[in-house]
């Protein structure tokens, strides 16, 4: 028989064991891990059933390893609810051709007033007067990061279209990070309507990419951006 110090020496070990076991097993009910990240790059982590073969304390080393990987690996920047991407009061007109993205819709008698670019106190939407300004592209950085499935959601409402020259069109674009996601082109004349469009992104774009507005058309209308936002993907 051992002796008695030996004896607690055992017992508090197994204490020990039993004690590791129940919290490593409590850690799912199923005495397994399988937790995937929901970002499309990051792979998936899944833990095999803990079985007796691993001692104790191995089998807690593992887990606690495993979820502080999936701790670093699934930090998921995607918005959970629409998230505006824009401010309204935040863009600035593009005036170096090399920089606009728009530029080879550029006509040669092109003119753009500052006072053509404002935001309409009622609606607070970013409104551009083509009697004014023409052509105008404006840029700003995303207020958010987009991650691929991600919405890009654009409402762009403009006003009765009218022009002096017959096969007059106007014309309204969105790009972000370099790649026009989004146009649309209006023959002129045209009643008063509202264009909206859900875009999906296809690759995943840091905050502070550069985004930029186009409008331009033929004649004296109004355009106004009234929303654009960022949107989880439906199944999210």
């Not at 959970?80 to 728009?102: C, Y």
């Not at 105008?136 to 499935?149: F, H, K, N, R, S």
């Not at 022009?163 to 023959?187: N, S």
Request: glycine share 6%.
């Amino acid at each position: 028989m051992a002796s008695l110090p030996r004896r607690i020496a055992l017992l508090a070990l197994a204490a020990r064991g039993r004690s590791l076991h129940a919290t490593s097993r409590a850690l799912s009910p199923e005495s397994g891990v399988a937790r995937s990240c929901s970002r499309p790059a990051t792979a998936a982590i899944w833990l095999r059933p803990l079985g007796r073969e691993f001692g104790a304390r191995r089998r807690a080393v593992f887990v606690h390893g495993l979820l502080a990987l999936c701790a670093l690996g699934c930090n998921d920047a995607r918005v959970k609810e629409p998230t505006r991407l824009a401010n309204a009061d935040q863009w600035a007109r593009v005036t170096d051709p090399a920089s606009d993205l728009f530029a080879a819709m550029r006509p040669a008698d092109a003119t753009c007033d500052a006072s053509g670019v404002y935001v309409d106190p009622t609606t607070m939407g970013l409104e551009i007067d083509t009697g004014l300004c023409d052509y105008v592209t404006l840029a700003q950085p995303t207020t958010v990061e987009l991650i691929a499935g991600d919405i890009v959601e654009i409402v762009v409402y403009h006003d009765v279209l009218m022009a002096l020259t017959p096969d007059a069109e106007g014309y309204v674009g969105l790009a972000i990070d370099g790649e026009v996601i989004w146009e649309m082109t209006v023959p002129i004349p045209r009643g008063p309507e509202t264009l909206s469009e859900e875009i999906e992104i296809e690759r995943d774009i840091p905050a502070g990419a550069t985004m930029q507005l186009h409008v331009h058309n033929h004649g004296a209308n109004t355009w106004e951006l009234q929303s654009l936002m960022c949107k989880p993907p439906a199944s999210d």
